[in-house]
């Protein structure tokens, strides 16, 4: 039996991907969902535990042996999951909005091979948006191709970020807040980082930064470089942890700004 492709398995995703957004719809339509704080004091609900299992038995059907690291069923394997060939699933990135009635929602999926990122899509029910992404393949909003925007200063880069649930490590997040406020054109904060960077892939937002977990990101982080945009981190990569599954201090942006976004904040954090 032969390996599928890229392509055949960017299908698939997107098709599970898809079907797991009619659940979380059908969820939100019945109001028949309950909720908990995990110990970190981040919000749960059963539909998150029921789309994580309705995503894990399609991919177990479809590539037997692979496997998967997802938010709610394998957390504490993070940094240390085999990379070989590896699933990374949020199977609700945005729960609070989730539960709170918001639109910004998304099923996040994305494949690693080696260590590297090279599938990705993020279905957005709510907004009836599904992107993908695969490595040399480009990246698409709808199948429609997409591409990071061509902003040039931070004066007019439109930044994304987001914050944690523990108020007190919020305070640390201030002096980069600040110096995005004073120098560039305003911020954002819309509680999905799987659609933080989607917006990055498309123009919508000129820059994107976070520290997040991998399943928040790993999906996206693949549609935003295929769609041209610029990727890194601003601290350094722990040796042995491959960088397309590292969380810590995201920083994407469209290429024209990178550098001038990566001074901006590394500057604040020192000030």
Same mark, same amino acid.
């Given at each position: 039996?032969?390996?599928?492709?890229?392509?055949?398995?960017?299908?698939?995703?997107?098709?599970?991907?898809?079907?797991?957004?009619?659940?979380?719809?059908?969820?939100?339509?019945?109001?028949?969902?309950?909720?908990?704080?995990?110990?970190?004091?981040?919000?749960?609900?059963?539909?998150?535990?029921?789309? !994580? &299992?309705?995503?894990?038995?399609? $991919?177990?059907? @479809?590539?037997?042996?692979?496997?998967?690291?997802?938010?709610? $069923?394998?957390?504490?394997?993070?940094?240390?999951?085999?990379? =070989?060939?590896?699933? %990374?699933?949020?199977?609700? !990135?945005?729960? %609070?909005?989730?539960?709170?009635?918001?639109? @910004?929602?998304?099923? =996040?999926?994305?494949?690693?091979?080696?260590?590297?990122?090279?599938?990705?899509?993020? @279905?957005?029910?709510? +907004?009836?948006?599904?992107?993908?992404?695969?490595?040399?393949?480009?990246?698409?909003?709808?199948?429609?191709?997409?591409?990071?925007?061509?902003?040039?200063?931070?004066?007019?880069?439109?930044?994304?970020?987001?914050?944690?649930?523990?108020?007190?490590?919020?305070?640390? +997040?201030?002096?980069?807040?600040?110096?995005? *406020?004073?120098?560039?054109?305003?911020?954002?904060?819309?509680?999905?980082?799987?659609?933080? $960077?989607?917006?990055?892939?498309?123009?919508?937002?000129?820059?994107? #930064?976070?520290?997040?977990?991998?399943?928040?990101?790993?999906?996206?982080?693949?549609?935003?470089?295929?769609?041209?945009?610029?990727?890194? @981190?601003?601290?350094?990569?722990? &040796?042995?942890?491959?960088?397309? *599954? #590292?969380?810590?201090?995201?920083?994407?942006?469209?290429?024209? %700004? #990178?550098?001038?976004?990566?001074?901006?904040? +590394? !500057?604040?954090?020192? =000030?």
């Amino acid at each position: 039996m032969s390996m599928p492709t890229l392509q055949e398995r960017l299908s698939l995703a997107i098709s599970i991907a898809e079907e797991a957004g009619e659940l979380i719809r059908q969820a939100r339509s019945d109001q028949s969902f309950s909720q908990r704080l995990k110990a970190d004091d981040e919000l749960v609900t059963d539909v998150d535990v029921a789309v !994580d &299992e309705l995503i894990r038995q399609r $991919l177990n059907a @479809h590539f037997p042996g692979e496997a998967h690291l997802s938010e709610e $069923l394998s957390p504490e394997r993070a940094l240390d999951a085999d990379t =070989s060939q590896l699933w %990374v699933v949020d199977p609700i !990135d945005g729960t %609070v909005n989730f539960a709170q009635g918001l639109r @910004h929602v998304a099923v =996040s999926i994305g494949w690693m091979e080696d260590g590297i990122a090279k599938i990705g899509v993020v @279905h957005a029910p709510f +907004l009836q948006e599904t992107f993908s992404a695969a490595e040399g393949l480009g990246a698409y909003c709808n199948q429609k191709s997409i591409a990071a925007s061509n902003v040039a200063t931070l004066g007019e880069t439109l930044v994304g970020t987001g914050f944690p649930y523990q108020k007190e490590a919020r305070q640390q +997040l201030m002096p980069r807040l600040g110096a995005v *406020l004073a120098k560039c054109r305003d911020v954002r904060r819309n509680g999905a980082a799987a659609l933080d $960077l989607c917006d990055v892939a498309c123009g919508r937002l000129g820059a994107y #930064y976070e520290t997040v977990s991998p399943w928040d990101f790993v999906a996206g982080w693949v549609i935003a470089r295929e769609a041209g945009a610029s990727v890194g @981190h601003l601290s350094t990569v722990p &040796e042995g942890v491959p960088a397309d *599954l #590292y969380p810590k201090e995201l920083l994407v942006t469209a290429p024209g %700004v #990178y550098e001038a976004m990566r001074q901006l904040l +590394l !500057d604040a954090e020192q =000030s």
